[in-house]
């Protein structure tokens, strides 16, 4: 996490005392997709934390198989076995055997190992022949930009993770993103209920 935070700016009185309204919703993730290099009409959800998302997503999927690339942080793992699926580590991107969901870390953490775009890109079009997803956590991606793969969202099977929090060093935010296809974004919207981020934290993200 930064130990830098970025500058809090003057927050309105009215992200306190109301709900969100829909066009700071809008605002919000118009300047996500702009931040990250996601193309304008792709979906893109916005969650209380990528650490929310982490532990959604295995209850959207029937019990499946579960691949995770190299040796990464335990949370997808224990996210995705307490959803009663499968889980198995594969050792390299080629190694993910049948797998219906394939989650890769990109920069791993804790080693910072990279994957390439292209790399991964063929990964999304093995997903998707399976109906499957690929899960790329970009948590730490903004330091790294050009190993994104933003500029796909939308593609099918494609699940990008990108937490708001680290980069800025503002984790106390509680604010994450999900950059997919619309099916999917739909499904883990409807997940995540109404109002699943808070009108202060809206704002601060979007100045």
Known sequence: INPTPYPLPEISPGAWTRLPQSGAGTELLD????????????????????????????????RCRVAIIDTTYAE???AWRAGGHGVSEAKSPGDIGAAEICIAVNPNNPDGHLT?????????????????????????ADVAPGISVAGLAGRRGLIILRSFGKFFGLAGLRLGFAL?????????????????VSGPAMEIATK
């Open 31 to 62: 300047a996500a997709r702009a931040c990250y290099g996601a193309p304008p009409d792709s979906a893109i959800v916005a969650a209380p934390g990528t650490q929310a998302l982490i532990h959604l997503l295995p209850r959207l999927r029937a």
């Open 76 to 78: 997808h793992a224990e």
């Open 116 to 140: 390439s775009p292209e790399v991964l890109q063929s990964l999304i079009e093995t997903m998707a022949r399976r109906g499957g997803w690929l899960i790329v956590d970009e948590a730490f």
């Open 180 to 196: 997919t296809d619309a099916e999917t974004a739909a499904a883990i919207r409807h997940a995540l209920g109404p109002w699943a």
